[in-house]
């Protein structure tokens, strides 16, 4: 099993960053491709970037050249720099943990960027 803990989500404005970060317990962390993902109000969750084990990451088109995905796995930890963000990227962010078997999901972290 693993849980998994967003933070870093705020109030933002217009053009600014943001790093959110996905700390991970409960098994071991370095197995699971790990996502960030997002899922405004009506709408389906929608992947923003994952990372494989061995630290290969795939961002989105949409977010492509502004956002950023890493991981520590000595820290057991993701984390999501988010760059020169906009209005219609306000909503929550979500942790994924996936394997072949299962996946785990964090509570999410609510992004806002607004003037």
């Known amino acids: 099993q693993v849980q998994l803990v967003e933070s870093g989500g705020g109030l933002v404005q217009p053009g600014g960053s943001l790093r959110l970060s996905c700390a991970a317990s409960?098994?071991?962390?370095?197995?699971?491709?790990m996502g960030w993902y997002r899922q405004a109000p009506g709408k389906q969750r929608e992947l923003v970037a994952h990372i494989t084990r061995g630290g290969s990451t795939n961002v989105v088109g949409s977010v492509k050249g502004r956002f950023t995905m890493s991981r520590d796995n000595a820290k057991n930890t993701v984390y999501l720099q988010m760059n020169r963000l906009k209005p219609d990227e306000t909503t929550v962010y979500y942790c994924?943990?996936?394997?072949?078997?299962?996946?785990?999901w964090g509570q999410g972290t609510q992004v806002t960027v607004s003037s």
């Open positions: 994924n943990a996936h394997s072949s078997t299962i996946d785990y």
């Open positions: 409960g098994s071991i962390f370095s197995l699971y491709t």
